[in-house]
């Protein structure tokens, strides 16, 4: 392998596991670049029909889409005709509230305008 002279005896042992470490920090490394350039491709949206979705313009566009429609008695956020916190109907905890104690809310607005505060719980609020 090496000389055995005085300092390439005592790094023999390190060397290997050093290399080893090198090239896989390496390795993740080159493949963390080449991945940079497909990252904006990954997050395009691609409807059913193959069309690809088309990114609004600002963020005042979405304040102005349109939102997705409520059924009838249902809103986005809900709470328990018993209790003090509202949900999202997405939340976990929202699924736990019977369906006789619902109370739905269009708004965060409506919500809060009845007594109820967000839960802390829940994430997105």
């Not at 920090?25 to 670049?33: E, M, T, Y």
């Amino acid at each position: 392998m090496l000389p055995k002279g005085a300092t390439f005896s005592k790094l023999e042992p390190y060397l290997l596991p050093l290399i080893v470490v090198l090239v896989g920090v390496g390795a993740f490394g080159l493949g963390r670049l080449s991945s940079m350039g497909e990252a904006t491709e990954a997050l395009r949206v691609v409807y059913p029909d193959g069309e690809l979705a088309k990114p609004l313009a600002s963020t005042a566009a979405v304040a102005a889409a349109a939102p997705a429609p409520v059924k009838a008695g249902e809103g986005a956020y809900v709470a328990s005709k018993n209790g003090s916190k509202y949900y999202l109907t997405t939340c976990s905890s929202a699924n736990r509230i019977k369906q006789e104690n619902r109370v739905y809310f269009v708004s965060i607005d409506d919500a809060r305008a009845a007594g109820y505060e967000p839960a802390a719980n829940c994430p997105g609020l």
